[in-house]
């Protein structure tokens, strides 16, 4: 009975472990509306960026004086640096905790670790994103930062802001 219980409880975390990178990928297409203003598909992973690059694109729309661009090109290249960072280092910790797993009788404790390792890395992301956020936000004039949030949803709608839509062009 013991042994049964014991495979069971097994077997459950595995399903759950291999199915949390699943699971977190398929919450990224899912919209956020309902967290509050703000909050939504810009917190994405790599969404920030976009919304960065989205503000310089469109400088003269939204008034950016020259102060602010330059302001804003260096917050904007340490997101992308960033964003590079998480996505290698996500995708190591998934292999690494892949690995663990390969073999019939896993090192429990050891994909419990690794597992907490893959949320400690979209945490520690997450968190430097939201700093990232707070300082482009405080860049921005009251008026500027309403034209780029009516801008955000328009280029959501016209499918540019789809997560990986620009990575699957460039394979094409």
């Known amino acids: 009975m013991k042994t049964r219980t014991v495979s069971i409880l097994l077997a459950t975390v595995a399903l759950m472990a291999l199915s949390i990178p699943t699971a977190f990928a398929q919450m990224k297409h899912m919209p956020m509306d309902d967290q509050g203003p703000g909050y939504g598909r810009m917190m994405e992973p790599g969404k920030m960026g976009d919304m960065t690059a989205m503000c310089l694109e469109h400088a003269e729309k939204l008034g950016l004086t020259d102060d602010q661009t330059m302001k804003m090109k260096p917050l904007h290249r340490e997101m992308q640096k960033k964003q590079a960072r998480f996505m290698a280092d996500l995708k ?44 482009m936000r405080a860049i921005l004039t009251d008026q500027q930062f309403k034209e780029m949030m009516k801008m955000a949803p328009m280029k959501m709608k016209m499918g540019e802001g789809k997560p990986g839509a620009k990575h699957m062009k460039k394979r094409r």
């Open 92 to 135: 190591i910790a998934e292999i690494e905790l892949a690995e663990i797993m390969e073999v019939k009788d896993f090192d429990l404790e050891k994909a419990t670790s690794a597992v907490k390792k893959i949320e400690g890395i979209k945490t520690s992301h997450h968190l430097e994103m939201l700093s990232a956020m707070k300082q």
